[in-house]
């Protein structure tokens, strides 16, 4: 019986100062006071300028702590970027690679982002790979082939259950308030597990965690959250405030 522990990451993207930090403190703090009742692992993606301050606040509530991209090579004349390394460094334990921001503000392509994700697995950290249409591919009918693509393009031969987590962020979705229906959810993250199956085997690929992204919120975590296959959010927008991520938390809260 193949036991995957649902996860709700919050990717916070360009935003946050310390004076922020309050907001992921109260969290943690409402993980705490949840204890056991909490069926899911809670993991904030901060911006790498305070990822350490992260892990300070993080750590009585293990809550994980993720970047956001990474490089690469593990250290050299790359002004600006971070490798894998040094996140773990300074406390990552995961970290997003090929969010269609990237993807899309940065040119990256399917084997950049296989090759990123293969640089977070050296440095010993989960590579969270995003994948997902946007709206004219969706509209063609093209979602499944792009997913095709996508996962054969950028998830290294080397994934295991412990070391990837894939994100299904349709483009259209992220920032939106549109979200798909559950049926089309459903049937986007079997298609990946079963491609994901042909990749690693089915063994391994049942054991990788499948998040669903885009628009999630307090108002329909749970709807999105049972559906079958997907476990777990990768949460934008509503990650930022305490009250809004910690709603979407509580979906995971058994009784
Ligand atoms: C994201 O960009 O990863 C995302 C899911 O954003 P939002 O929740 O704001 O749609």
Redesign the pocket.
Known sequence: MVQRKPLVAG?W?MNGLAADLGEISRCCEHVAELGTSLAAEVMFCPPATLISATVERCRSARVAVGAQDCHVAQSGAHTGDLSAHMLRDAGASAVIVG???RRGDHGETDALVGAKAAAAHDAGLTAII?IGETAGQRHYGLTLNVLERQISGSVPNAATGSNTII?Y?PVW????GLTPTPDDVANAHAFMRERLGGLIGAAEAAQIRLLY????KPANARELMQIADVDGA??????LKANDFCGIIDAFVTK
């Open positions: 990717n993207k969010h269609s921001e995003c994100a962020e979705a992220i920032g939106t992204g885009g628009s999630v990768l949460v934008g927008g509503a990650s």
